[in-house]
């Protein structure tokens, strides 16, 4: 066994020591049902083996965090992919590694929302920003005929935008990917389609209405309302907006 694959395997382990088998059971039967192996661990307690990791493997070169992410990911378990993604993106060496290539490899097999936005926003949304990605990847991604590496497309635009992934702001690239999904009907991505555009809102809301505008006819009624809110109050639903009044 190699050395990547010995570290990934005790950090399944501790996941596991993490296992809650009710949550488990309510992700797989329809909130994030998926493909992958499940642990049902909570994410405080995810976020708990993510900071005892980053430590262990703080003094290893970005090569070997990135085989030891790589490791976790082939593993097929969806909260240690997590992990993987997290300790790249805490170690900005490492995201400097990035290729195309390799995030292609990383977000392999993601299958469920969950996973999918975990990656998006810690690894192919920064890598887009860096430049590690570039934009013809992404567009890419936003019309391959598997659904997941569409909603990638969306929730790495995400990225751009959110301070918390170190997004300053890209109205312009949310805007272009969002253009793929104008007449998107197919649940899930109509709903990281109004994410995408809720998360460009602070950095140019004429631009976002502008969009809403050009594609009225064609965009979910979901997103025209989820947006159109987001505008005019801030929130995400009216309902919320009135409470506060």
């Known amino acids: 066994m190699s050395d990547a694959r010995r570290v990934a395997a005790a950090i399944e382990r501790a996941l596991r020591a993490h ?20 642990y049902g661990v909570p994410v405080p307690a995810l976020r708990s083996v993510v900071r005892q990791f980053a430590r262990t493997l703080r003094d ?17 378990a969806a909260e240690a992919r997590q992990v993987g993604y997290e300790l790249i993106a805490r170690r900005g060496d490492a995201m400097a590694l990035l290729t ?8 392999a097999g993601n299958d469920n929302w969950a996973s999918v936005d975990g990656f998006a926003t ?11 990605v570039h934009d013809a990847d992404v567009h890419r991604w936003a019309t391959s005929p598997d659904p997941w590496w569409r909603r990638t497309a969306l929730a790495s635009a995400v990225a751009l935008n ?3 992934r170190g997004g300053r702001g890209d109205p312009a690239r949310t805007l272009a990917i969002g253009a793929h999904f104008a007449a998107e009907r197919q649940p899930m991505l109509a709903k990281a389609l109004s994410w995408a555009l809720r998360s460009a809102v602070a950095h140019d809301p004429a631009a976002v209405r502008a969009f ?7 965009l979910p009624k979901l997103v025209l309302r989820e947006v159109t809110t987001k505008l005019d109050t801030g929130l995400k639903q009216r309902k919320r907006a009135a409470r506060r009044k």
């Open 212 to 218: 809403l505008v050009r594609h009225r006819d064609t």
């Open 100 to 107: 195309p290539a390799r995030v292609r490899r990383l977000g």
């Open 162 to 164: 959110l301070a918390s």
């Open 19 to 38: 296992a809650n088998p009710e949550r488990q059971a309510f992700l797989s039967a329809g909130y994030a049902p998926s493909a992958l192996r499940g």
């Open 60 to 76: 290893r070169s970005p090569r070997d965090l990135l085989a030891v992410a790589q490791a976790l990911t082939d593993g097929k």
């Open 122 to 132: 810690s690894i192919s949304g920064p890598a887009w920003r860096l430049g590690l």
